[in-house]
C-alpha cells in the first residue's frame, strides 16, 4: 500500500505543477510527470509476488513459478509511445507562443489577450 | 579553419562511425520484437534517436542536405496506411479485421509469429520517420526564428 | 532485499527529484532534473518485470530531454522571477491536494496488498500464447496480435498529434515568410 501512495503522491504533485507554476516549460514538465505516475502505478498493479518477466525462453523450466501479467505492460507500452508525440507538441506550441509573445509566462500571455 | 556548423571533429568522427551501429541495433530490436524486449516502439525510437545524433553533431543544414526529409514526411502516412492495408488483407483471405495472413513458423525462430513481424516493422518505420521529422522541423523553426533577432 | 523496499527507495527518489524539477529556479536544472523522474521509472519497471518497458521508457527519456533542451536553451534563458508567484493560488491548491492524499488513503487500504495482482484476465494470454501465436514476447503477441485493434488506434494518434505538431510549426512560419515578402 505505501507503494500505491508514494506513486498517487507522484501524480498530486504533477497535478500541483500544471496549476501553480506560472511557466510553460514547467507545465510541461509537470504533465510528464503525470504521465510517468499513471504509467507507474498500472505496472505496480500488474506486478505478482515471486512472479518473471513475460517472454518465453528456449529450454527454460517454467513448472512452479508464474509470470507477471502481461496485459497492463501491453497498454503502458502505447501510452508511453504517444505521451512522446504529445511532449513534442507541447514543445511546438510552447515555441510558437514564445515566438508571438516573447516570453513563457502564461499570466503575461493572457494579459495581451491575442 | 572555417567555423563549421555542428559541434567538433572529433564529435563529428566518432559519429560517423557510431551512427551505423545504433541503427543496426534498431534494427535488431525491430526485427527481434517478438522474441526478445523491444518490438517496432523501442526499434524506431532507436532510429529516430540515431538520426538525432547526426543532426546534432553536423547541424541540420547539413541533415538536410544529405537526407530526402519530404520521403520521410511521406513515408510516415504511408506506414499507417500499410498497417491498415494488413487489417483490410484479414478480411480479404478469411477471419476478421487485422487476423493473422502471414504462415506462422516454429517457435523461436525469426521469421515466425506471422504478422506479428510484419506489424513490427511497420511500427518502427512509422515511429522513426514520424519522431524524427518533429525534431527535424523544431530545429528548422529555430533557424527562420533566429533571422530576425 | 525483497523488491518492496527497492521500489520504496526508487519513487522516494522520484518524488524528491520531480519536487526539486518544479522548484527550481533555474530551467535548464528543472529539464536535467525531470530526467531523474524517468530513469527512476525506468529502473523501477525493470524492477517490475517489465523489459520492453524499460527500454522503451530509458530511449523516451533520452529523446524527451534531448528535444526539450534543444528547443529551449537557445531562447532567452529566464529563471523564474519571485514577484510572478501567486502565494493564495498555491496555498489553496497545495491544502486541497493534502486533503486529497489523506482522504485517498482509506481508498487504497482497499486494495489488495502489493504482489497480489489485481487484474487475472491475463491467464488466458499466458497459457495460450505459445500454441497461438507461435511468438515468445507475450507483451509484443498481445500488442500486435490478440489486441492489434488497440494498436491500429494508438497508430492514428500516434500520427495526429505529430500532425499536429508539424502543423502547429509550420503554419506560421509560411505566413510569415511571406509577410516579410510583402514589406
Known amino acids: 500500500m505505501t507503494l500505491y501512495l508514494m506513486c498517487f503522491a507522484l501524480l498530486l504533485i504533477g497535478i500541483y505543477g500544471i496549476i501553480v507554476k506560472r511557466d510553460l516549460v514547467k507545465i510541461i514538465i509537470a504533465s510528464g510527470i503525470m504521465g510517468y505516475a499513471s504509467n507507474l502505478l498500472l505496472i505496480l498493479f500488474a506486478y505478482r509476488k515471486g512472479g518473471i518477466y513475460p517472454i518465453l525462453e528456449k529450454g527454460k523450466d517454467m513448472t512452479g513459478r508464474v509470470m507477471v501479467d502481461p496485459l497492463p505492460q501491453a497498454l503502458v507500452l502505447t501510452s508511453i509511445v504517444i505521451e512522446l508525440g504529445i511532449t ?15 516570453t513563457f509566462d502564461i499570466t503575461k500571455i493572457r494579459r495581451l489577450k491575442g | 579553419m572555417k567555423q563549421q556548423p555542428g559541434l567538433t571533429l572529433i564529435a563529428k568522427t566518432v559519429t560517423r562511425i557510431s551512427v551505423w551501429l545504433i541503427v543496426l541495433y534498431g534494427f535488431y530490436i525491430i526485427f527481434h520484437g517478438h522474441l526478445t524486449p523491444g518490438g517496432g516502439f523501442a526499434g524506431g525510437v532507436v532510429i529516430a534517436l540515431a538520426f538525432l545524433n547526426v543532426m546534432l553533431a553536423y547541424g541540420h543544414e547539413t541533415v538536410t542536405r544529405w537526407l530526402n526529409i519530404s520521403f520521410m514526411h511521406d513515408l510516415e502516412p504511408s506506414a499507417g496506411a500499410l498497417f491498415l492495408t494488413m487489417g483490410i488483407l484479414g478480411i480479404a483471405l478469411g477471419g476478421g479485421f487485422l487476423a493473422n495472413v502471414v504462415h506462422r513458423g516454429t517457435l523461436f525462430n525469426v521469421f515466425s509469429s506471422g504478422n506479428i513481424l510484419v506489424l513490427n516493422i511497420i511500427i518502427g518505420v512509422k515511429v522513426a520517420m514520424g519522431l524524427f521529422v518533429v525534431v ?10 533566429g533571422g530576425d533577432k | 532485499m525483497p523488491v518492496e523496499t527497492w521500489l520504496i527507495f526508487i519513487v522516494g527518489f522520484m518524488l524528491i527529484g520531480s519536487i526539486a524539477a518544479l522548484e527550481m529556479k533555474d530551467l535548464l536544472s528543472a529539464i536535467i532534473a525531470v530526467g531523474i523522474v524517468g530513469l527512476g521509472v525506468s529502473m523501477a519497471f525493470l524492477l517490475l518485470q517489465a523489459p520492453d518497458l524499460a527500454i522503451v521508457q530509458f530511449l523516451f527519456e533520452i529523446f524527451s530531454v534531448v528535444i526539450i533542451v534543444r528547443a529551449f536553451l537557445k531562447k532567452d534563458y529566464h529563471s523564474e522571477g519571485e514577484g510572478q508567484r501567486n502565494r493564495l493560488l498555491g496555498g489553496i491548491t497545495v491544502l486541497t491536494l493534502i486533503a486529497v492524499f489523506l482522504l485517498s488513503i482509506r481508498l487504497f487500504k482497499a486494495l489488495p496488498p502489493f504482489g497480489k495482482p489485481l487484474m487475472t484476465t491475463a491467464r488466458y494470454y499466458l497459457e495460450n500464447c505459445a500454441s497461438q501465436t507461435h511468438a515468445a514476447n507475450i507483451v509484443s503477441s498481445i500488442v500486435l496480435d490478440y489486441r492489434g485493434y488497440d494498436t491500429l488506434g494508438e497508430v492514428t494518434v500516434l500520427f495526429t498529434a505529430i500532425l499536429g505538431a508539424l502543423t502547429i510549426i509550420r503554419l506560421k512560419s509560411k505566413r510569415k515568410t511571406e509577410g516579410e515578402g510583402q514589406s
Open chain 2, 136 to 145: 527535424w522541423s523544431l530545429a528548422i523553426f529555430r533557424f527562420f526564428e
Open chain 1, 88 to 102: 513534442a507538441m507541447l514543445i511546438a506550441l510552447a515555441i510558437r507562443i514564445f515566438e508571438k509573445y516573447k
